[in-house]
């Protein structure tokens, strides 16, 4: 029985639309199609319960209706799901109860109703698929900027063709007084992806805060590098913007960066939202300073903390609350020829303010301020006392994170590190921390060969530190001994030592020279030569030798000032009470000694 051929032209022209157009997967369309032929075969033999399966094979599709062997005596037997034993045998001769026999349909049988049923069924899920796809690639991308061209334009709303979907531009996300034309290329940021019945809708803005937020980190390279950030950002879209900025680095100016040569990069920003006025000013965590600079053009005389007085309504509960989060109302002095430039056209100035900083703002002038009998210096001590206990409290909770964070991270590495093998137990590790461990334990040869050349290297690094502390702990000590000797400020004088027998060490005569001298006396005795002796070549080898190894400049010791001192010192003594000086030494007696035997 042949099965539904899937080489028709209309079917892959179909399956390449779907793919090409609508980014549907191929395999999803197979199976889908699979399923949706199964439940039509269902419906056709009203059978709900009946196991059908369905292949495709050499683009053909094929759908087979599963029996269940029983016996040919059950009770409960159903044709849509069971096969009798004697039927089966007939099909396969090897079939046992409880087997599967599969019967092909001949899908031709089922009626026009229920292959619509099929057809619906694929649509819907289809459907079901693209929604699903969409919510999944745009979920991750709000308040990014993202380019499309627009395909309708609508009274309430504007159809705009992004990346494998259509946003909706709303007519309250628009700049005011801007104009569209169909296939104009516009920029947006995506401000909220949803899904419903109707499938994701992917709703898009050009009158949000982030959209201005988003252009300046396209213009700004300081910005994209992380030098400089945009702290906060008000807007009212089509009259003014407020940004705040902080430089990471103090050689980068902020505003500077933001505004770029000649003013090029907030003009680029200023063309796209149709040249809408943008205020730049530099961030700073003192909330009463960034009310100020938040309320420019107008000048602020003083800011401090709201009370009953300047706002009979606030209540002490109130304050509490607000003081529990960080935000409590705060009042605004300027002059009073100022307050209209403090609060701005249609109050857009005031507005822009409150939405920067997040906090309830009320402006008054000097004159109110005297009418209430509030003493402003006082307020402003208050307050400037305030937000400065606010400020350390904020640096100290971030150096706890800090701390925190380098904990945890400390952690992580002692937890790596312990899953290594170090070949230390932990009882060992813990003796060495409290230095319980005296001997050092050698690593055998053989396995420090085996050894990793990263594990070299480390035990190498190891051993050179300790070979350097070892060094400077000498060093000291020796400093320490130096140190010692140079603080003796009296030389030590010599012990007189006994005197020792006297030994006869004048200067060698040799007979040859006696005999030498006697010939000169008496020119009768005839001249007589001393033989020369076996190691008489060795001695004058030895002097020559001794000779040229005379006492080099360079092998002369260095001696300090002190240690000259102690040396003629005990010279001078040993000469002074040397023998040699003893008048009572008779030195006649000794020459005997040196005459011929």
């Known amino acids: 029985m042949s099965g539904i051929n899937l080489k028709n032209k209309n079917f892959i022209d179909g399956m390449r639309l779907f793919e090409e157009d609508r980014k549907v997967d191929p395999e999803f369309i197979i199976e889908t199609l699979k399923e949706a032929i199964a439940k039509t075969y269902q419906k056709h033999i009203d059978a709900p319960e009946a196991m059908v399966r369905v292949t495709i094979e050499k683009n053909e599709m094929h759908v087979y209706h599963q029996l269940i062997v029983v016996d040919d005596e059950t009770e409960t037997f159903d044709e849509t799901l069971d096969i009798l034993y004697s039927e089966a045998v007939k099909i396969n001769p090897d079939v046992k109860v409880g087997d599967i026999i599969e019967e092909e349909v001949d899908f031709k049988e089922i009626g026009r109703t229920s292959i619509n049923v099929a057809k619906q069924m694929l649509k819907q899920r289809i459907k079901e698929y693209e929604k699903q796809r969409v919510y999944d690639e745009y979920k991750d991308k709000e308040f990014d900027l993202i380019s499309g061209i627009i395909k309708t334009i609508e009274e309430k709303f504007i159809l705009v063709d992004i990346k494998n979907t259509i946003g909706i531009l709303l007519k309250s996300e628009q700049i005011p007084g801007e104009t569209y034309r169909e296939g104009q290329s516009i920029r947006c940021v995506i401000k909220e992806v949803s899904k419903n019945s109707k499938g994701s809708q992917v709703v898009l803005s050009r009158a949000d805060a982030m959209f201005v937020k988003r252009l300046f980190e396209k213009e700004v390279p300081e910005i994209?590098?992380?030098?400089?950030?945009?702290?906060?950002?008000?807007?009212?879209?089509?009259?003014?913007?407020?940004?705040?900025?902080?430089?990471?680095?103090?050689?980068?100016?902020?505003?500077?960066?933001?505004?770029?040569?000649?003013?090029?990069?907030?003009?680029?920003?200023?063309?796209?939202?149709?040249?809408?006025?943008?205020?730049?000013?530099?961030?700073?965590?003192?909330?009463?300073?960034?009310?100020?600079?938040?309320?420019?053009?107008?000048?602020?005389?003083?800011?401090?903390?709201?009370?009953?007085?300047?706002?009979?309504?606030?209540?002490?509960?109130?304050?509490?609350?607000?003081?529990?989060?960080?935000?409590?109302?705060?009042?605004?002095?300027?002059d009073d020829d100022k307050l209209s430039v403090a609060i701005g056209k249609r109050g857009k100035n005031a507005k822009l303010a409150v939405?920067?900083?997040?906090?309830?703002?009320?402006?008054?002038?000097?004159?109110?301020i005297e009418e209430l009998g509030i003493d402003v210096n006082n307020e402003v001590v208050h307050f400037k006392a305030d937000q400065i206990r606010i400020i350390k409290e904020r640096e100290q909770k971030k150096f706890l994170e800090l701390q925190e964070e380098a904990a945890r991270r400390k952690a992580e590495f002692e937890e790596e590190l312990a899953a290594q093998d170090t070949g230390f137990d932990e009882t060992t590790i813990e003796e060495m921390d409290e230095g319980k461990v005296d001997e050092v334990v050698e690593i055998p040869t053989d396995n420090l060969a085996k050894a990793t050349v990263e594990e070299q290297k480390e035990v190498k690094e190891v051993e050179e530190t300790v070979e350097e502390t070892v060094e400077e702990t000498v060093e000291e000590e020796v400093k320490e001994e130096v140190k010692e000797e140079v603080k003796v400020e009296e030389p030590i004088k010599p012990k007189k030592q006994p005197r020792k027998p006297l030994t006869p060490k004048t200067e060698y005569k040799s007979k040859f020279e006696e005999f030498a001298d006697a010939s000169r006396k008496e020119e009768s005795k005839p001249e007589t030569k001393r033989r020369k002796k076996k190691d008489d070549e060795d001695r004058r080898v030895r002097a020559e030798d001794l000779e040229k190894k005379e006492y080099d400049e360079k092998f002369k010791p260095i001696y300090s000032e002190e240690e000259l001192e102690e040396i003629e010192a005990a010279e001078a003594y040993e000469e002074e009470n040397s023998w040699i000086n003893d008048d009572d030494i008779d030195f006649d007696e000794y020459e005997d000694y040196y005459e011929e035997d």
């Not at 900083?357 to 000097?366: A, F, L, S």
């Open 224 to 334: 994209a590098q992380g030098l400089v950030e945009i702290k906060a950002i008000a807007r009212d879209a089509g009259e003014r913007t407020k940004m705040a900025v902080y430089s990471k680095n103090d050689d980068v100016d902020a505003i500077g960066a933001c505004i770029g040569p000649r003013g090029t990069r907030v003009q680029a920003v200023i063309g796209e939202i149709k040249g809408e006025k943008v205020d730049v000013f530099e961030w700073n965590d003192d909330i009463g300073e960034l009310v100020k600079n938040a309320l420019a053009p107008a000048e602020v005389k003083a800011c401090f903390y709201a009370n009953q007085l300047t706002d009979p309504d606030l209540t002490e509960e109130a304050i509490a609350e607000a003081e529990k989060y960080n935000k409590r109302p705060l009042v605004v002095v300027v």
């Open 355 to 368: 939405k920067l900083t997040n906090r309830k703002i009320d402006i008054k002038t000097q004159t109110e």
